[in-house]
């Protein structure tokens, strides 16, 4: 069993090293000795894979991460988690610390120069206040990488998870879809963290598509109709086109038209084929 996720070990390491939590930086370490494994399993670690990972904490879920593939780079920005990383990582031979923060990074530098030949995995607990940006960075950068797994906000994943065209999805699920299939893989409740977050987690898997579904000749402007689109959930799609895109009533009717949408649908009915349909009449 990994001891790290131990309350005891942790609370040891914390004093030897001064340590305190920063909410600021999202920081709620894992205390679930079911979960990392779980998490790592899942990712697609194993041989001929290299990992990244974001914020390694104190270092459990790289643990499990560093038995299972060829080579983990994890990323943390806590300039004061360094030298905890050294002594519980430091019977491996196959990881590589980076003090940086994950969206100031080149992550398409660093896989070149660290993971050569190999199949690239991202597996990773995300800082709360960073989810999106984070999931977003490592789609929209189109890296060489096979899959995305990740723990976040349980309400985030439901959302990111969810069908395109549900009254569930939002602009989120349609910007996930256009890079990824997403799968909820499970739950983990809020008493598995320290200290405990005030609501429940997921973990995520995002399979990075080889070509996206939908032909969009202007990615831009794609995710603009996105954007506008869903800025105000309940109005009809034709009134939040018009203000988030600055554009006349009669010009987003005739859009509409063009493409065969309904004048009074909403943002949520729409599909992918829609969104680009939109975008690629602009
Ligand atoms: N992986 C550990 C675990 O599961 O117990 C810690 C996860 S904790 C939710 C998030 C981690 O991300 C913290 O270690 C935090 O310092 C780090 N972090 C926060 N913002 C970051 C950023 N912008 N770049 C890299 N790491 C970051």
Known sequence: MNRL?????????????????????????LINP?????????SGAGKGVGVIEVGPGIGVLTNELCKLADKVVAVELDKRLLPVLDE???EYDNIKVVNADVMELDLHKLIEEEFQGMEVVVCANLPYYITSPVIMKLLEDKLPISAITV???KEA????CAEVGSRQ???VTVSVNYYAKPEMLFNVSAGSFMPAPKVDSAVIRLDILSE????VYNEKKFFEVIKASFSQRRKILANSLCSGLSLEKSKVFEILTDCGI??????????????????NHL
């Open 151 to 153: 723990m976040v906000q």
């Open 169 to 171: 999805s939002g602009a």
């Open 157 to 160: 994943a439901q959302r990111i």
């Open 262 to 279: 309904s004048e009074n649908i909403r943002a949520e009915k729409l599909s992918l084929k829609n969104f680009a349909d939109i975008a």
């Open 5 to 29: 996720s131990d309350i005891g070990t942790i609370k040891d390491i914390l004093s030897r090293y001064g340590f305190t939590f920063s909410k600021s930086l999202g920081q709620n370490f």
């Open 88 to 90: 519980t990582l430091s």
């Open 212 to 215: 996206p579904p939908v032909d």
């Open 34 to 42: 079911s979960v990392c494994p779980r998490m790592a399993e899942l």
